[in-house]
């Protein structure tokens, strides 16, 4: 078992190809073509832990190699070339690959639609609209950027006080509900929000995205749009963990292919490496999970007798489903997980944060409020059943520990409605 494997949804990436190889179809749909070249890495490698890593290997590639051809699609012979990736290469390519595939498209669509040196307008624009198809196919959500960081590029910059206006008033349009892809959030200053997720080093980065005047001569239009696009982007309209920040780290890697090569850029991008290697070393919780704790309690769980389906927190499940074939869900079962539940089976509970001693202790009318407690390491193994009634027993105490109990390490929140279309329970 590779250990040193980080990122947050990378074993997702093996259920689906797994599921891919051994059923011929993904376990949950997608049209994401992502997950068959997963599958492709583990018919070759082996179905293993050291075969995500190589995957996540040849997603960094694959940017690197897409960011160095469009800024050579780009510049003109007169103009230097940056030959130096920012650290976003990296965050994208290991943190969301389905994007970074993606967004490798996006650059190359934007290298031979804008291309100084290129000429044959139409060939140009065919192979701008395959890459951009290309784009879509990956990953929804980035031909959806594409588009809107061409149509803002298109609006004259005058028009920018009266488009920041738009999206200042833009929450109150906002339809509210759990079953939302977009959930709004206006409690938390998304870039406050960004520095809490992955330290100082995507606060420098935006800086220079926003104020930043390094840019290539005949592209001064589109790198404007994309500032301009930086600072909107704070405004606290979305939940900023599920949209707002993969689309800032994207525009951070897509201002790169308008940049020009000046000497100072080498100690603009050295310290903004610095302060994301700086962050990982600290804070290495930020960017994976330490899966390395997790097989024993997994191991565990799996061979638990009459266990039909596991709850534990986001990334323990993906990590669990992927070693030990079990279902598992990070969200509160609903009534599509109830009903697909094997006869004779339980729904188990693996509780973090929690220790067993409060566990024990909680009792209603006199009686244990759970049947039973399996300590697994830092996890707790208990029914769902007994965790619902502790929880309301939490709560009508006003207890410091509801607010570990309705957090992100015990799942609290139902599915949102698109993802009750996952086959069996999702993760």
Known sequence: MLVSLFGKDIYW??????????TGNLHSPDRSPVFHMV????????????????????????????????????????????????????????????????????????????????????????FSGICFLFAIWFHTMVGVLGLGIWIVYRIPRKYDFFLFLLFLFLPNWIPSGDN???????????????LAMVGMGILWDWFFLVFGNNVLEHYRSIRRALAFLGLLIVLPIFHFADIQFRILISLLLLVEIFSTFRLHQIWIIGFSFGLWILTFLQSPQLFRYPYEDMWNPGERAALFPNNGLLVAHHGFCEYYHFQFKKDCMSWEPDEKAMTELSPGKQIYRLVYGIRMENLRASTENGNPIFSIIEPLGEYQLVLETDWQRYRMWLEKRNSKLLGVAKSWKNPYRKRPGFLQRKQQYGI
């Open 39 to 126: 599958a492709l890495v583990f018919h070759l490698f082996g179905i293993n832990d050291q075969s995500l890593f190589v995957f996540q290997i040849i997603t960094v590639l694959w940017l690197t190699i897409t960011l160095y051809g469009t800024r050579f699609l780009l510049k003109s012979p007169t103009e230097s070339w940056n030959l130096l990736p920012s650290a976003m290469v990296f965050v994208l390519g290991v943190l969301y690959p389905k994007q970074a595939w993606a967004i490798g498209f996006l650059l190359l669509s934007f290298g031979f639609s804008v291309s100084i040196q290129l000429t044959g307008k139409w060939w140009r624009w065919f």
């Open 13 to 22: 990436y093996g259920v689906q190809a797994t599921s891919l190889l051994e």
């Open 180 to 194: 939302d892809r977009l959930v709004l959030d206006t409690k938390t200053f998304p870039i406050f929000a960004a």
